[in-house]
Every structure is written in C-alpha cells, then in structure tokens.
C-alpha cells in the first residue's frame, strides 16, 4: 500500500541553524500539507501547496519558513535560524484531491529537537 | 475562533471493554468530522470520515457518531484490544479556505491494559 515517507525521522540542530525536512508524497496525490505537533500539544496546520505554490499557511507558517517540491517526488520544509521553539514533530500529509472528504495521508513524521 | 475540544484527556481501561470518547466543536464552515488514531510518535491515521449528513459511521470495532445541531461527536469502541492503546484525535474539516484545512483536538490518550 502506497505511504508518505519522511526523512530524517529524528534531526538534531543547534539554534540558529537551518534544518530542511524531507517527505515524499504518494505519487499520484497533488495536495501536499505540512503539520506540527509540539510535544504534548495538538497537532497545527502550516501550510498547503498545490501546483507548485503555497495554497494556504497558518499564521505560524512565517517568513522563517518555506516549502518546495524541487523534482517530481520530494516535498520540502525549510526552517531557517531555528528557535528552541520549533523543537516538534513535524508532519507531512498529501491528498489525491483537495475535496470535502478526501482523505489525507499522514507520514510518520520527523522529531526536531533545537538545543 | 474554530476549536475542538475532547473528553476524557486519558482513559484506562481493561482488555475486552467498551469506551466512549467525546469531541465538541465550533468550527465554521464545517465540513466534516474525522477521527484518527495516533500511536505514540506515528502520523495519524484516519478511523472515519463523517459529512454533516451523516449520524453514523462504523469501521470494524469503532463507531463514530454526529450530531451536527449540537456540534458533538463521540467515538465508541467496542471489546477492546492491546492494540487500541493510542491518542485518538477528532478533527473537523473546515472548509472556508484554497484548501481545506484540518482542525486537530488535543486528542485522549486511551491505555488498553491487560
């Protein structure tokens, strides 16, 4: 059964430093979502992409992030100057479709820990 | 604000027993009412999907119901197993937006025990 796939499943930084999370969609999705789950916490919403731009973000989505799809299978999270703060798990999910009731499929996720 | 909030936060229960889990939201534009399973450093992973049409929905041992008027869901699972220990998280789709967006509850941590 097709699976979204992240890697590194556990990444290790030093604040200020610029991490790049990795994930591979299922290969006939077109939505590609980016999630956090801050330890203890309920899982955010960061932000949608669509055709090759950002469809929606969430407020915590700012300018010290960014997201790209820079060939045909990989989906990226950029976190620049990363923050005590951002230490989550961080997940990516896809969808076939955007509508009502598709499903979105979850990946198992990447530990940041910012030290 | 759009939220959705769930009781208990945690549940014990014993091997073979029922449980209910209990979602409240106000979200608006509603979509539709999710709930996932989340083992313990895993992506969620979707148990049902309900539209506001919809009262009922069943996958294997865990029934979801709505009741879209008073914005309450609840999750019941029936003869527990081992397995079944996990975050369980109700989430409603909300669909003002480009895409649709999920909204996640804080989840109950519900431990099977033997």
């Known amino acids: 059964e097709p699976e979204v796939t992240q890697t590194p499943s556990h990444q290790v930084t030093q604040m200020g430093q610029e991490v790049i999370l990795r994930c591979v969609p299922i290969?006939?999705?077109?939505?590609f979502y980016w999630y956090r789950q801050i330890l203890g916490q309920k899982v955010e919403f960061l932000v949608s992409f669509y055709n090759n731009e950002i469809s929606e973000k969430s407020e915590i989505f700012d300018d010290q992030f960014s997201v790209e799809r820079p060939d045909g299978s990989n989906f990226t999270l950029k976190i620049r100057s990363t923050k005590l703060e951002d230490s989550a798990m961080y997940f990516c999910a896809s969808s076939e479709v955007a509508g009502d009731i598709y499903e979105q499929y979850f990946g198992p996720g990447t530990r940041l820990t910012v030290t | 604000k759009n939220q959705v909030e769930q009781s208990p936060q945690s549940l014990i229960i014993l091997e073979g027993k029922n449980c209910t889990l209990q979602c409240n939201y106000t979200v608006s534009p509603f979509s539709n009412l999710r709930w996932y399973k989340q083992d313990t450093g895993r992506g969620p992973v979707s148990l049902t999907i309900?539209?506001?049409?919809?009262n009922t929905k069943s996958n294997g041992r865990y029934t979801a119901t709505l009741d879209a008027d008073t914005k309450q869901s609840s999750l019941h699972i029936t003869a527990s197993q081992l397995s079944d220990s996990a975050s369980y998280i109700c989430?409603?789709?909300?669909?003002?937006?480009?895409?649709?967006?999920?909204?996640f509850g804080t989840g109950t941590l519900l431990a099977v025990q033997p």
């Open positions: 309900m539209t506001f049409s919809e």
């Open positions: 989430v409603v789709t909300s669909n003002g937006g480009a895409t649709n967006k999920l909204i």
């Open positions: 290969s006939n999705h077109l939505y």
